[in-house]
């Protein structure tokens, strides 16, 4: 009856349609980091130490890799369209750069760190940011192609 992985338990996020912005190339960067999400949580149930912090640490440069890629799209296409918020967009991405980047640093160093805590961390954030501010610059966006602006 159940036709789903052994996998789904290592799965902390699915892609809704909810979550879309209706930008494919976004929603696509979207499913990607959420992608990178669970394949890092996915690291965090390794059994083996060494094996799941080998496999942590190449997750989490592949998502900071990925993150600033997906940031730059993001900041080229407000400003092409002159976005009023950009400002405050673009801020919202420095903070979780630098939040990220800090909790990377922690994990490197071998101080305080728990991966779980810090993947939860980026799911909510993620989401969260989808959901109000993308989901803003969306409707920015569609409402500037309805009055043929362009």
């Keep these: 009856m159940n036709n789903e992985s052994s996998n789904d ?6 892609w ?12 696509e960067q979207h499913k990607e980091l959420l ?3 669970n394949e890092l ?4 149930l ?11 640490k190449s997750t989490v440069g592949a998502i900071v890799n990925y993150v600033s890629e997906h940031f ?3 900041e080229r296409l407000l400003q092409r369209i002159n976005y009023p918020w950009y400002a405050k967009h673009k801020q919202e ?23 779980n805590n810090f993947v939860r961390y980026l799911k909510d954030w993620i989401l969260g940011h989808i959901a109000m501010s993308d989901k803003l610059y969306s409707e920015y966006i569609f409402k500037l192609k309805r009055e043929g602006k362009l």
């Design 41 to 44: 949580y996915a690291s965090c």
């Design 46 to 56: 390794k059994d083996n130490d060494e094996e799941a912090k080998a496999h942590f």
């Design 93 to 115: 991405h420095d903070s979780f750069v630098k939040k990220v980047l800090e909790q990377v640093k922690d994990f490197s160093e071998g101080r305080s760190f728990v991966p």
């Design 72 to 74: 730059s799209a993001e």
């Design 16 to 27: 809704h349609d909810r979550y879309s912005v209706g930008i494919p190339k976004i929603d």
């Design 35 to 37: 992608r990178l999400t």
């Design 9 to 14: 338990s290592q799965v902390l996020v699915e």
